[in-house]
C-alpha cells in the first residue's frame, strides 16, 4: 500500500463510488488527529491546527489552498486566530472518497514547517 503523501488526486465524476468502510479503516489509520463528521448528511474529513498566531495560521491556510489548486480539489478553511479548520469531502458524490485522504496527508505534511 503506497502512502497517501506520495499518491495523487484523480479526476472524480458525479456517482464515483463513496469510499467504503473497508478503505476507510484503511487510510484512516495513516492521517493524525483526522475525525469524520457528518455535516448536512455528508461525511467530511476534519482536523483543526493549531498555530501561535494569525499570520502563521494564515500562512498555512495560503498553503493548503495552494495544493488544492494543484490537486484540482478544494476543502472548507476557516482561519481563526492561532488555528485552522479544514474540512475535506467530495462535493461531486457528497461524501467521501480517496482524494479526500491524500489531500489530508498532504494537508499534515506542511504543517510541521509552519508549526512552532
Same mark, same amino acid.
Given at each position: 500500500?503506497?502512502?497517501?503523501?506520495?499518491?495523487?488526486?484523480?479526476?472524480?465524476?458525479?456517482?464515483?463510488?463513496?469510499?467504503?468502510?473497508?478503505?476507510?479503516?484503511?487510510?484512516?489509520?495513516? %492521517? !493524525?488527529? +483526522?475525525?469524520? /463528521?457528518? &455535516?448536512?448528511?455528508?461525511?467530511?474529513?476534519?482536523?483543526?491546527?493549531?498555530? =501561535?498566531? $494569525?499570520?502563521?495560521?494564515?500562512?498555512?491556510?495560503?498553503?493548503?489552498?495552494?495544493?488544492?489548486?494543484?490537486?484540482?480539489?478544494?476543502?472548507?478553511? %476557516? !482561519?481563526? +486566530?492561532?488555528? /485552522?479548520? &479544514?474540512?475535506?469531502?467530495?462535493?461531486?458524490?457528497?461524501?467521501?472518497?480517496? =482524494?479526500? $485522504?491524500?489531500?489530508?496527508?498532504?494537508?499534515?505534511?506542511?504543517?510541521?514547517?509552519?508549526?512552532?
Amino acid at each position: 500500500m503506497a502512502n497517501l503523501t506520495e499518491q495523487s488526486c484523480e479526476a472524480c465524476r458525479v456517482g464515483a463510488p463513496l469510499a467504503t468502510t473497508e478503505e476507510i479503516a484503511q487510510w484512516l489509520p495513516q %492521517l !493524525t488527529d +483526522w475525525q469524520i /463528521v457528518n &455535516v448536512d448528511s455528508i461525511d467530511r474529513l476534519t482536523r483543526t491546527y493549531q498555530f =501561535n498566531n $494569525f499570520v502563521d495560521a494564515l500562512t498555512f491556510t495560503n498553503k493548503v489552498g495552494e495544493l488544492a489548486e494543484s490537486m484540482g480539489h478544494h476543502p472548507a478553511l %476557516l !482561519t481563526e +486566530w492561532g488555528r /485552522v479548520t &479544514v474540512s475535506w469531502w467530495t462535493h461531486k458524490i457528497k461524501g467521501l472518497h480517496k =482524494n479526500d $485522504f491524500i489531500c489530508a496527508a498532504k494537508t499534515d505534511a506542511i504543517y510541521p514547517s509552519l508549526s512552532k
